[in-house]
């Protein structure tokens, strides 16, 4: 064994010099084993594994150590993340016993630790075929977690899933199995395990919101929304269950449902800013603006750097035109958070209300440079000149976006503007790409001139696209 050089009032060096002693004296038969559980307590802080070993495979073959101890030593070092020190002495004891399950198991967590993922797979592997069924689910959860932390969502959901099928009331599996979905996006095949879940465990309310997850990612949202009601009547605790419904409830614009989504929760839970912000969006969608901003006040009271609270309370003044109002509310907004060219697009819209175009100008031109590769900042940097009766600057806007970025919207805009200039050919020509790049926008071109929804051309170009 190798010489350490320990502090000599250290009670780990006289503990270390007592174990030299008794190995080197053949007389003495047994250690006791309260010193190498200091040993091990302490080799966090020495870390001298060759040593640490080295003492501990010499005692384990002169019988003085047992097995049980170390399965009971292994556990507390897999515990305390000490993976390296926990998997060499899981392969000293299974050299003694190549075949203990238990032993095996610990090997397979102290790689976990270590980040050897394939050799604990593969002892997972070996010991499945002779395993019984509450080892098979063992088993299976390892596995997913294993392939969990290589962000394997795939065989994640694979292994959950037949843990699921073994035992549909595994409540670690019904809540660990969603990230797998959510990556792996197997949302049809989350829907067809949820449901036969449920067919056996009908009362389960994690089943019953991973079912309504798999709906809401479907586009299903009515049945998302049942689904997720079911979670929170069987578990009125069941925090998440609300909040989605309530979101799920807004996406479709059923916002009444949603604020009572929300008061339901309130009657359980003290609300943080999120939910109170949402209460103020609901509220701002039925056209209580006074309620509105009552919500985004309380949020903001309880979350007073939250950018986006302030960016709600500038809309409603937007909506009421207190223009100044509006403008102070975004500037606060942009002073939490440069970066969002929505935040820029609202003030400019507020200066333009209050006749301050150089400022107008100024932070429409600022929103398309924080999100140049996203059509809209541009759009509405065009549409403000066009309610100028700027044509010639909106072009230039639109011709200037085209080097960074396409969509619909700037085929539709250019349009309008060339038919406003009485260029009906090109006008044509832009609006036919408008409608093959997306032919559901097609209100859009009417939003610029209303009148040309009677136009004989107009109606022809549309149905000619109407069917791709």
């Known amino acids: 064994m190798k010489n350490n050089n320990y502090d000599s009032n250290s009670k780990l060096n006289d503990l270390m010099n007592e174990l030299k002693v008794m190995s080197q004296n053949v007389t003495v038969d047994s250690v006791e084993e309260t010193a190498f559980a200091q040993i091990i307590n302490d080799y966090q802080c020495n870390s001298d594994i060759d040593y640490t070993i080295a003492a501990m495979e010499d ?84 596995e997913a977690s294993i392939y969990k932390l290589m962000n394997n969502a795939e065989n994640t959901f694979i292994c959950l899933s037949r843990v699921l099928k073994l035992d549909p009331k595994n409540e670690a599996a019904l809540k660990e199995i969603w990230w797998s979905i959510e990556v792996s996006k197997n949302y049809k095949e989350s829907l067809k395990l949820h449901s036969e879940i449920i067919d056996k465990n009908p009362y389960s309310p994690r089943a019953w919101y ?145 006749n301050e175009q150089h400022k107008a100008d100024l932070f429409y031109r600022r929103a398309t440079e924080i999100g140049p590769e996203i059509p809209t900042p541009w759009v509405k940097y065009a549409e403000y000149f066009i309610s100028h009766n700027k044509l010639g600057d909106a072009m230039e806007v639109l011709i200037e976006a085209e080097e960074y970025t396409a969509g619909a919207e700037l085929y539709y805009c250019k349009a309008a503007i060339q038919f406003m200039q009485a260029e009906k050919f090109i006008a044509m020509e832009d609006l036919g790409e408008a409608l093959q790049i997306d032919y559901e926008m097609r209100n859009k071109l009417f939003e610029y001139i209303p009148s040309l929804k009677d136009d004989r051309d107009i109606k022809a170009i549309i149905k000619y696209y109407e069917f791709g």
């Open 59 to 142: 005692a384990l073959y002169k019988n003085r150590l047992t097995i049980s101890f170390l399965k009971k030593k292994i556990s507390q070092l897999i515990d305390n993340q000490l993976g390296e020190l926990a998997y060499e002495t899981a392969s000293i004891a299974l050299q003694l016993n190549p075949l203990d399950r238990e032993l095996l198991f610990l090997k397979v967590k102290a790689c976990r630790i270590t980040e050897g993922y394939a050799e604990a797979l593969t002892i997972l592997d070996s010991i499945k075929k002779h395993a019984t069924q509450s080892e098979v689910l063992e088993i299976l959860n390892e």
């Open 210 to 354: 991973n079912y309504g997850h798999a709906y809401y990612y479907l586009n299903k949202y009515e049945q998302a929304i049942k689904a997720f009601e079911y979670a929170y009547i069987i578990d009125e605790k069941f925090e998440l269950a609300y909040r989605y419904c309530a979101e799920v409830c807004s996406i479709i614009g059923q916002h009444e449902k949603a604020l009572k989504c929300y008061y339901d929760y309130m009657e359980h839970f003290t609300p943080d800013g999120d939910s109170l912000k949402n209460l103020g969006v609901c509220y701002e969608k039925t056209g209580n603006l006074l309620k509105a901003r009552k919500y985004y006040l309380l949020a903001r009271n309880l979350e007073p750097m939250d950018d986006e609270v302030y960016y709600f309370l500038g809309n409603t003044y937007l909506t009421e035109q207190q223009w100044k109002l509006a403008a102070n509310y975004f500037e606060r907004a942009i002073s939490l958070q440069d970066r969002n060219e929505d935040y820029y697009i609202a003030l400019a819209s507020a200066y333009d209300k209050c």
